[in-house]
């Protein structure tokens, strides 16, 4: 389908209200791609997205898989997309192992940086007090929910 036929009948300019916003209206034909692309973060808006997110690693896998001999097999990205080879799946894992000692490093180096007291900093390996002290407080919350909910 051609572009412009596929946005002719839409009005004009970026959607940018928020949900709660009085001049939001949920109505309006924007909704969707354009939307998204716009700065629309609304329910349909981020649904459109997140399908069409999925479509395409649907796509790039398959034409992983269909290729034995793609550039990307053995690569993070290979990996990423769900190739489930091994040489895929071990640069996605490897890859995902020198980011976080990258991020160890910096977070041992500076004691004043931002991710110290939180869960991500507990997630990337750091066991300061302030992110042991996050990750018992997530987990003491968690489990008062699941108990609550039992």
Known sequence: MNWNKRYASRPKGPILYKHDDENFNPDDPRHGDYGYRMGCRC??????????DKQHR????????NNPDDPRHGT????KVGCPCEPCQTAKINSRL??????????????????HGTLGGYNHGCRCDGCK????????????DLIGEA
């Not at 993070?76 to 990996?79: H, R, T, V, Y």
């Not at 002290?133 to 008062?144: F, G, I, L, P, S």
């Open 43 to 52: 329910g349909v808006c981020k649904q459109f997205k997140s399908d069409e």
């Open 58 to 65: 649907e796509k790039k896998l398959k034409e992983l898989i």
């Open 76 to 79: 993070p990205g290979g990996g």
């Open 98 to 115: 020198n980011t976080q000692t990258k991020i160890l490093s910096i977070l041992k180096a500076d004691p004043d940086h931002p991710l």
């Open 133 to 144: 002290d996050a990750m018992n407080t997530y987990k003491r919350e968690y489990y008062r």
